[in-house]
């Protein structure tokens, strides 16, 4: 009979002790959110989705040297031909305007995601590639993973299809900024 009573005082003792670590938490605020409709904002060195610029990259290339993975390419704009040369005078050399990138493409299959390619970006006072802070992206196959950019693109630039191969606008990813903090 004491055993008996001594197991239903015992199991009575470590449910009182369960209940009171309960009402201890009930009351702080919460420390969890309701994803997806509430979302944690990453701290600011947080390396998320690389955003690319092509009006500011300089098509320098130190971005392709400096990644360890080899999964960013990119092609420069070609000079605009220099004008016909004035009889007696030096030729003008050929000159680019505008964009001096034709096409800049990150394979994030191979992305570790390390930011040795924002870090040597030489672009003042902004970088034409950075690490945000979106931890959003979705890839539903590998060709999807490569994501291009030409001029005038968005800076999250356009990702494959892997229908048509073609190119288009980034489906479904969400952002938890509207404008990537610029670096
Ligand atoms: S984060 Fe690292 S692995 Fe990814 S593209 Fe940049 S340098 Fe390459
Ligand atoms: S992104 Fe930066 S490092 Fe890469 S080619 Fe453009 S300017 Fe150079």
């Known amino acids: 009979m004491t055993k008996y009573l001594s197991f239903v005082f015992d199991a009575f003792w470590n449910t009182l002790k369960g209940l009171w670590v309960t009402l201890k938490v009930l009351f702080l605020p919460s420390i969890t959110v309701q994803y997806p409709t509430e979302k944690i904002v990453p701290y600011a060195r947080f390396r998320g989705m690389l955003a690319y610029d092509a009006q500011t990259c300089i098509a320098c290339g130190m971005c392709v040297r400096a990644c360890p993975s080899k999964c960013i390419a990119l092609a420069k704009a070609a000079p605009v031909p220099a004008p016909a040369p004035v009889e007696g005078r030096p030729a003008a050399p050929a000159v680019r305007v505008g964009p001096k990138i034709d096409w800049y493409t990150i394979d994030y299959g191979r992305c570790n995601f390390c930011g040795l390619c924002e870090e040597s970006c030489p672009t003042?006072?902004?970088?034409?590639?950075?690490?945000?802070?979106?931890?959003?992206?979705?890839?539903?196959?590998?060709?999807?993973?490569?994501?291009?950019?030409?001029?005038?693109?968005?800076?999250?630039?356009?990702?494959?299809?892997?229908?048509?191969?073609?190119?288009?606008?980034?489906a479904d990813q969400l952002h938890i900024q509207s404008v990537p903090a610029r670096k």
Do not use: C, I
Not at 145 to 154: A, H, I, L, T
């Open 124 to 170: 003042k006072p902004r970088k034409a590639l950075w690490h945000s802070l979106d931890y959003e992206a979705v890839f539903s196959t590998r060709e999807e993973m490569v994501r291009k950019w030409k001029p005038g693109d968005g800076l999250w630039g356009t990702s494959r299809n892997t229908a048509d191969g073609q190119y288009g606008p980034v």
